[in-house]
């Protein structure tokens, strides 16, 4: 057993209820005296009396560099010395975007569980293509986790949402730097989101339930950020920066066929997902779950359709990792995305890997 895994270091305060006093702590604890807060809803209960030289509401999905370059010069116009970011992916990538030009701290306070509060990657949107890198001033300094800030979260949300949280875990169990801490790490993320999100489904209110998703997200986000983008990431980022679909519907439709084709060459990471499942088969897991919580299954209600198929091709061929379990064709990209438009089966794929 050899290999090498490096964890960024970062702190993490949890608990229901507790945002305000947490993130007032942490403002204090960072002698911040000029805060520009990025969240497209006012949250007058989480902010409370901390300094806050600049409220900014100018959030996109997937990061336009336009809007990033806004963000950037308000921060510097303002003199901002410390990011606080409320809410879902696209406003924790915006405060990412500023703190990759800027080196300015970053307080995360997460209201889905898109994960992207826990990982140095950022990612930017320039004519139709979404360029993603790793730098370690976009990793916030503090996440603050407090459920009862997703309470208000649609449940069809917080479906799609989580299962982007378990596409990370599974994506990190081949990612080019998976390792056995990264896989030990998702699989407990797969368990408490298997765990979570039906509880949800079943009662929005259900306190135990976000616990449980906030808690996963966590984890699925850390040996994401660890093992890096696996074929599944790779194809979502393409989708969402090409053709503007959404970030968390389109991981959730995707992930069941990047798991399909990807798991009989993977035996060992399919055995780990089956097991966090509970389940005989990892492919099975995930279908159970998706079909009791109701999963979005095609990608034609968002925009996206059978015509876009070989444009879309023609983008994430060349971005495959070459870590990948098993080789991928244009062919399998294309069969892949068909059936995810369309919202059929994921098809098996009984071919060998490389591994």
Known sequence: ???????????????????????????????????????????????????????????????????????????????????????????????????????????????????????????????????????????????????????????????????????????????????????????????????GLPAVVEDATDRAGRDEMLLGAYLSAVAFASAGSGLHHKICHVLGGAYDLPHAQTHAVILPHVLAFNAPAAPDAARTIAAAFGTDSAEDGLARLRKRVDAPTALSPYGFDVSMIPDAVARILPVVPESNPRPVTESDLTTILTAACTGDAPMTHPQEGRR
């Open 1 to 195: 057993m050899i290999f090498t895994h490096d964890t960024p270091a970062q702190r993490v305060l949890f608990g229901h209820g507790r945002a305000g006093e947490h993130l007032a702590d942490e403002v204090t604890r960072l002698g911040a005296t000029r805060v520009m807060v990025i969240a497209t809803h006012p949250h007058p209960d989480v902010i409370g009396t901390i300094p806050v030289a600049l409220h900014h509401d100018d959030v996109a999905p997937h990061v336009p560099v336009d809007v990033a370059d806004r963000a950037r010069q308000a921060a510097r116009h303002h003199d901002i010395d410390l990011l606080v970011c409320i809410g879902g992916g696209s406003t924790t990538g915006l405060a990412k975007a500023v703190a990759l030009t800027s080196g300015i701290p970053i307080v995360a306070v997460p209201t889905t569980y898109a994960g992207s509060e826990a990982t140095d990657v950022w990612g930017l949107t320039e004519a139709g293509r979404k360029t993603t890198g790793v730098d370690r001033r976009v990793l916030p300094t503090t996440v603050v986790y407090d459920s009862a800030l997703t309470v208000g979260l649609p449940v069809e949300l917080s479906v799609a949402s989580g299962l982007n949280a378990l596409a990370h875990c599974v994506d990190s169990l081949w990612g080019p730097r998976a390792d056995p801490i990264n896989a030990s790490t998702a699989a407990a993320g797969i368990r408490a989101l298997n765990a």
